[in-house]
């Protein structure tokens, strides 16, 4: 009878205590707009079936030696693992990929998950691709599909999205997928346009892209069928495989108090008070849509610059303000797509939120050991980490006033349960108990 009763009161007090967490949750929710994600509507099967195809299809690379997925591998988190890319000429051997003859690429493969989702405007790490749907304009590193009235408005009428935009741009990089010039006819082109029109002529001189454009877009001819097509394939293909909706988050959002646990509703509320994630990680995808400046270590060879610095929004703007301003990434599916930040610097959520804890100070403690093992493996030699003084105070004086005033506050069994909420609560189809 005691045992009974003493069960029943603790049933009742760690209930009381789950309401108050949800209490204080809903009021951050409400405040921030932190909604489910919704699973993505109007899947068409042909269409999406050309664009899984054309995701995997090395021919439309220059040289026929790499496609999307070599560095967007559904299976390793929509990533390839690796701190920064390896483009074309680079292998996979198991499910390492070795830089072998290729490239090194300036940043990290991004994650591709909810990016047909209406928040996601801008793409890449810098949102150099930009789509403003209520005006249907375009602003991208291609003058012709950009303003009121594009050139290519027959390229641009079939995009629809920031996401079909961006999967115009990595065939016409010489580094991820269109060959050193001299190798073949689409690193021969004289520009992206050209690049465009050579890699649509390869596919439909195959019967198997003939038919696949054909019943994707029945209504349209042949001769009419150009690159917009085939990136609004892609981009429907994306935006159906990798969809993340059903993590215990957005079921808790939805309704079901259960979806999360304890530790996890901790972690979520140290995510909206002390640790002041969401004052940027905000909105349904809890990022997506703003740029801010971290203080990230620097480590690869750099974007355009010949210190191998990365300047990020700035080298689209030019604006100062800009400098090592990066978009804020969202984080559906965080668990999986190690390692983390715009020059893959950490390898572990772990020393993501250290990072945040120490504030600015977070450069002068880096730590490259870990990222030593990797270069070594999968470069074949020791990539470049920024320790220079001057670069790195400039950088921490562009951060953020939240960074650089140290008002993140994090205590560490509040890490412990922030930690357990990115790597367990965010992550599509995982159950709490
Ligand atoms: C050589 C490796 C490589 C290949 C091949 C590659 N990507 Fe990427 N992808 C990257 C890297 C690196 C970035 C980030 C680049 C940047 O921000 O400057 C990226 C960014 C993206 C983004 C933007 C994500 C976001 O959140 O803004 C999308 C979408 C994407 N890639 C899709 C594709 C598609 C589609 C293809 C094939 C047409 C492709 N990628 C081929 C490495 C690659
Ligand atoms: C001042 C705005 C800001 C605040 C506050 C902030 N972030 Fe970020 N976050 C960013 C930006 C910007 C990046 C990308 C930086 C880069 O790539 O250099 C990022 C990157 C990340 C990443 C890596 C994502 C990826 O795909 O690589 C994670 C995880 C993350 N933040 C979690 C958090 C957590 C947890 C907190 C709270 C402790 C937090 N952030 C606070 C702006 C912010």
């Known amino acids: 009878m005691k045992v009974i009763l003493i069960l029943t009161l603790s049933l009742v007090a760690s209930f009381g205590h789950a309401d108050q967490l949800d209490i204080k949750l809903k009021r951050y929710t409400e405040r921030f707009f932190l909604k489910a994600v919704e699973k993505p509507t109007g899947k068409k099967v042909e269409l999406y079936k050309l664009g899984k195809e054309l995701f995997n299809e090395k021919e439309i690379s220059g040289n026929r030696n790499i496609s999307c997925a070599d560095c967007h591998m559904p299976e390793l988190g929509s990533g390839d693992k690796l701190p920064v890319g390896i483009g074309e000429g680079g292998k996979w051997q198991g499910k390492e990929r070795l830089i072998s003859k290729g490239q090194v690429i300036p940043r990290n493969s991004q994650p591709l998950y909810n990016l047909g989702h209406e928040e996601i405007t801008h793409m890449f790490w810098d949102g150099r691709v930009h789509y403003r749907k209520d005006w249907d304009v375009y602003t991208t590193p291609v003058e012709a599909l950009n303003g009121d009235?594009?050139?290519?408005?027959?390229?641009?009428?079939?995009?629809?999205?920031?996401?079909?935009?961006?999967?115009?741009?990595?065939?016409?990089?010489?580094?991820?997928?269109?060959?050193?010039?001299?190798?073949?006819?689409?690193?021969?082109?004289?520009?992206?346009?050209?690049?465009?029109?050579?890699?649509?002529?390869?596919?439909?001189?195959?019967?198997?892209?003939?038919?696949?454009?054909?019943?994707?877009?029945?209504?349209?001819?042949?001769?009419?069928?150009?690159?917009?097509?085939?990136?609004?394939?892609?981009?429907?293909?994306?935006?159906?495989?990798?969809?993340?909706?059903?993590?215990?988050?957005?079921?808790?959002?939805?309704?079901?108090?259960?979806?999360?646990?304890?530790?996890?509703?901790?972690?979520?509320?140290?995510?909206?008070?002390?640790g002041s994630c969401v004052a940027c990680h905000v909105g349904t995808l809890l990022g997506g849509r703003g740029f801010a400046a971290v203080a990230t270590p620097q480590i690869g060879p750099g974007k355009n610059d010949p210190?191998?610095?990365?300047?990020?929004?700035?080298?689209?703007?030019?604006?100062?303000?800009?400098?090592?301003?990066?978009?804020?990434?969202?984080?559906?599916?965080?668990?999986?797509?190690?390692?983390?930040?715009?020059s893959g610097a950490y390898g572990s959520l772990e020393e993501v939120v250290e990072h945040y804890r120490a504030g600015i100070k977070a450069l002068d403690h880096y730590d490259s050991s870990w990222v030593i093992n990797s270069f070594k493996k999968n470069f074949d030699k020791i990539l470049f980490v920024e320790t220079n003084p001057y670069m790195l105070f400039k950088k921490k004086?562009?951060?953020?006033?939240?960074?650089?005033?140290?008002?993140?506050?994090?205590?560490?069994?509040?890490?412990?349960?922030?930690?357990?909420?990115?790597?367990?609560?965010?992550?599509?189809?995982?159950?709490?108990?």
């Open 307 to 342: 210190r191998k610095n990365d300047e990020g929004r700035f080298l689209v703007t030019g604006r100062e303000y800009d400098r090592y301003r990066f978009r804020i990434p969202p984080l559906r599916n965080i668990a999986l797509t190690a390692p983390y930040f715009h």
């Open 149 to 274: 009235y594009p050139e290519r408005w027959d390229i641009t009428e079939n995009l629809g999205s920031a996401l079909a935009a961006q999967a115009l741009f990595p065939i016409t990089s010489h580094e991820e997928m269109r060959g050193k010039k001299g190798s073949n006819d689409i690193a021969n082109a004289p520009n992206e346009e050209a690049v465009w029109k050579i890699v649509m002529r390869r596919l439909l001189a195959m019967p198997k892209y003939r038919k696949l454009f054909k019943e994707a877009y029945s209504a349209t001819p042949k001769n009419e069928l150009n690159i917009g097509h085939f990136a609004q394939a892609i981009a429907h293909f994306e935006t159906h495989e990798f969809a993340a909706y059903n993590t215990p988050w957005d079921n808790y959002l939805r309704g079901d108090k259960s979806a999360l646990n304890q530790k996890a509703k901790r972690g979520a509320l140290v995510f909206m008070e002390s």
């Open 397 to 433: 004086d562009a951060a953020h006033p939240i960074f650089k005033n140290g008002e993140i506050q994090i205590s560490n069994s509040q890490k412990s349960d922030l930690v357990y909420f990115l790597k367990h609560a965010l992550t599509d189809g995982e159950q709490l108990k």
